[in-house]
């Protein structure tokens, strides 16, 4: 049967002590667990991307601390302070959103929401107010926010990916 009804199932290997090779394979159905657990690429794709801005971030704070005194030497508006801070900030907002996938937790679609805004927000307003002048690929870094905003919306609000954004109440429960 072809729809909504037709359960999804996937090919796996298993040991079958009548078989005399030992092994017989078959299809079997998925669990919702073993859904939630098998990741799509899109999924990945994400996941990736949180991860190398947090990694991005978490390199910005440990350069603010371990090249302080260059850094103070050269002056860089608005200095080593701002940059460590705003690093610490960003690398720790990543890491929770991180956990708030991990745990399933309710919350979590409309938490990456509001830190997509409020990150292209700091970036730009960084950007726009305190560096001393514009640089000359402001509009493909401008079509390149715009497009991975998009991306990060749709990928966060699309319903199919709901099952990895958030447990069941059951699996909250347990847990």
């Not at 005399?20 to 998925?30: D, F, K, N, Q, S």
């Not at 979590?108 to 509001?114: E, G, K």
Request: charged share 20%; net charge positive; glycine share 6%.
């Amino acid at each position: 049967m072809v729809g909504p009804q037709q359960k999804e199932k996937r090919f796996r290997a298993f040991t079958d002590p009548l078989c005399p090779y030992g092994v017989t394979r078959g299809y079997i159905e998925m669990t919702e667990q073993e859904k939630r657990y098998k990741l799509p690429v899109r999924i990945w794709l994400f996941l990736i991307l949180l991860v190398c801005i947090t990694g991005w971030e978490a390199v910005r704070f440990a350069t603010s601390i371990a090249w302080h005194v260059t850094l103070e030497t050269y002056e860089p508006y608005p200095g080593p302070i701002y940059i460590g801070i705003s690093g610490a900030f960003w690398t720790l907002t990543g890491l929770f959103l991180l956990w708030s996938l991990w745990r399933g937790k309710r919350w979590t679609r409309m938490a990456f929401l509001i830190a997509t805004g409020a990150y292209t927000a700091w970036v730009w307003a960084d950007r726009l107010l305190l560096q001393p002048q514009l640089r000359a690929n402001w509009p493909f870094d401008l079509v390149i926010t715009i497009v991975f905003l998009l991306l990060i919306t749709y990928l966060v609000l699309d319903p199919r990916n709901k099952i990895y954004f958030e447990r069941e109440t059951y699996e909250r429960e347990s847990s």
